[in-house]
């Protein structure tokens, strides 16, 4: 019933920018926790950025100061920026949220993955 579905991925050069945006879609009350994570070939997935149902964010170090984690409660969607990106920023990035299906239930859903490379 719920879905969540990234865009935004691509080939940049390094120092370049992009935003990557996630839509969650279908029934549910509220989202809670939204975050993305990336994976790139041969390495484990990790957490890029995360913001709280508060606005409270969390980033991966390596990410600091160069991406940007925001949320529209009123649209169901959350984005990240991405500036001053390195070659080693390519992996798959995948959108995540914590969704409240009913006044009892919530769940932890995934997006496909958008793909983003990062080369001259």
């Known amino acids: 019933q719920v879905q969540l579905v990234e865009s935004g991925g691509g080939l940049v050069q390094p120092g370049g920018s992009l935003r990557l945006s996630c839509a969650a879609s279908?029934?549910?009350?509220?989202?809670?926790?939204m975050a993305w994570y990336r994976q790139a070939p041969g390495k484990q997935r990790e957490l890029v950025a995360r913001i709280g149902s508060d606005g409270i964010t969390n980033y991966a170090d390596s990410v600091k100061g160069r991406f940007t984690i925001s949320r529209d409660n009123a649209k169901n969607t959350v984005s990240l920026q991405m500036n001053s990106l390195k070659p080693e920023d390519t992996a798959v990035y995948y959108c995540?949220?914590?969704?409240?299906?009913?006044?009892?239930?919530?769940?932890?859903?995934w997006g496909q993955g958008t793909q983003v490379t990062v080369s001259s």
């Open positions: 279908g029934s549910f009350f509220s989202i809670n926790a």
């Open positions: 995540a949220a914590n969704i409240r299906l009913t006044t009892v239930r919530s769940y932890d859903y």
